[in-house]
Every structure is written in C-alpha cells, then in structure tokens.
C-alpha cells in the first residue's frame, strides 16, 4: 500500500531530449517531445569555438578523422560550430557502457549537433514550451569551457532574441554561472543543480564542505540545509539528484517557496516514489514513461 498519493501535476522534462529514446541534444528529440505532449525540456549549452553555443553535454566530441578513418576528440570550446554541427550526434561505438545503458535508442541518420540558436528559432514557435538550459561549466578544469560571464551573456541573449528568456530556468552544477546570470538577467529564473554523494556512479559530487562549485558559500551558514542556501542566494528552483532527496528537506523547500524538479529518474518505482514524496518536476530520459505514471 502506498503511503502517500502519487501528485498529478508534476512538470516532466525530457532529459537532453528523450535521451532512453532518441540521441541525446538532438532536434529528434525536442520533436518528439512535442509529438507525445511534454511541454518541458532539459538540454545541455555551451559555446564552440567564437562563441558561438552549441548543444551538447561532453566538452569533447568525436570527431572524424582523415588517417586510418579513425575517430579522434576534440575540445568543444576550439572547435568551429560549423565543424561541429556537421559530425553525427551520439556514441558512435556499439557495446559501450552508453549503449548497453540504452539499448532502445534511435539514432537516425541525420542527429547532429544542433546550435542554440535553431533550437530557439524552434521553441519559438512552440510557446507551451519550458526549458530548463543547463549551462556547461566546471568549477575545477576552467579551461574546459567558456569562463562562466561569457557563456551566460551569449545563452541570455539568444533568449531574449527569442522571446524565451520569461519560460526559462538556466541551471548549472557551477553556481558561479547562476551567479553570472543573477547579474546579467536578474529576472530569468535560476536553478540550482546538487549532487552530495556519488550513489556508486563515476557523478562526481558539487556539493560539499570548500567545494568550489558553490561559489564561495556554504551549508554551515544556512542551518547546513540546502534548500536554505538556495533561497538565501535568490534561487527558485532546486534540481537535486533524486537518490539525495529527504522528504524532511522537500517539505523546508516548499515552506521557502522554492520548486524542487529533480534528475534523472528513469525506473518506474523511482518515479512513484518521487511523484509520492510530491516533488514539483520529474526530469527523465524517459518522459513518455513518467507521463503514463501519471495518468494512472
């Protein structure tokens, strides 16, 4: 018997898409999304080579190489958006840990790497769409990606050349990006993403005492709670992993007003659970799944 009633009016989010369905960051699976009815997605952004953002998680791609038709990879960051968005989207390889992850996923022909700015030009003309853009960036290999003031002004200003920026939370494990953000759109919603253990993943925690992803602030001066932290920094959204998640820390959330969306729940009873404990948002790589949840 369960204990509580699974809430109904949870926002789903297809995670990169439909990443249990289609490659992930790929238009064929923002399309799909809006094919069965999910109005929220969760992509991941940051800028190629001349600033110029493109859509994909991994700050190196597979790149196809002249010698021995072997493969090679490049950082993101110095590659031209024009090269990029020519190479095929996706784990290329069969057998690895990726594909034995998703067995079932479409990979057409034509999924390469889309640029932000036709993915606006697309959820443009889509206006039930939320979108929540997780900016890429890391707290510890700053060379990895564009310096947080910089990938943030470019994200921000496709937005606003959009219409989106008003039906957008922009989310980061990096809270020095929702720093940046807070200064240059102080009105776009911000998400704060959190990671405090590893689950037994290769998920390398955000969150901890001196950590450098959370912009110089700590747990200890909010009552060592998270969702105080959040909501002394201004954030609106808390995007925990969900194994870290306390019903006694949903309940502190909600009492501040924050919304509570979390990732990546993927197995049904994990998804009962969440809609049970009446989180806000469930972010899935499998929305079609969450969705018949739901409808039950």
């Not at 404990?277 to 790589?285: F, K, L, T």
Request: glycine share 6%; with cysteine; aromatic share 6%.
């Amino acid at each position: 018997m369960r204990d509580h009633k699974i809430r109904k009016d949870i926002t789903i989010f297809g995670h990169r898409g439909a990443r249990g369905i289609y490659t992930e960051n790929t238009m064929a699976g923002f399309r799909y999304l809006n094919e069965i009815g999910i109005n929220a997605v969760e992509l991941d952004v940051q800028n190629a080579a001349n600033r110029v953002t493109v859509i994909a998680h991994d700050p190196y791609v597979l790149m196809p190489h002249t010698v021995n038709e072997k493969s090679c990879k490049k950082l993101i960051r110095i590659t031209e958006a024009k090269e990029l968005t020519k190479v095929t989207a996706g784990v290329p390889c069969t057998g690895t840990e990726y594909t034995k992850q998703f067995p079932d996923q479409a990979r057409p022909s034509n999924r390469h790497i889309p640029t932000f700015a036709t993915f606006c030009k697309w959820a443009a003309k889509h206006p039930l769409l939320t979108l929540n853009v997780e900016i890429k960036s890391h707290a510890e290999q700053t060379d990895l990606y564009d310096p947080p003031d910089i990938i943030v002004s470019d994200v921000v200003d496709l937005l606003e050349r959009h219409d989106l920026h008003h039906r957008c939370i922009i989310s980061s494990f990096d809270w020095r990006v929702l720093v940046a953000c807070a200064e240059r759109a102080p009105t776009v919603t911000r998400g704060h993403l959190t990671l405090e253990q590893n689950h037994g993943t290769a998920m390398v925690p955000n969150i901890f005492d001196g950590s450098p992803w959370m912009s110089g602030v700590t747990r200890e001066d909010h009552k060592d709670s998270l969702a105080q932290t959040i909501s002394a920094l201004g954030g609106k959204v808390w995007c925990p992993y969900f194994k870290d998640l306390t019903e006694s820390e949903l309940a502190k959330a909600k009492e501040l007003g924050l919304l509570v969306n979390v990732w990546t729940v993927n197995s049904v009873s994990d998804i009962i659970r969440m809609a049970e404990i009446g989180v806000d948002g469930i972010i899935s790589d499998y929305p079609a799944r969450v969705q018949n949840i739901l409808s039950q």
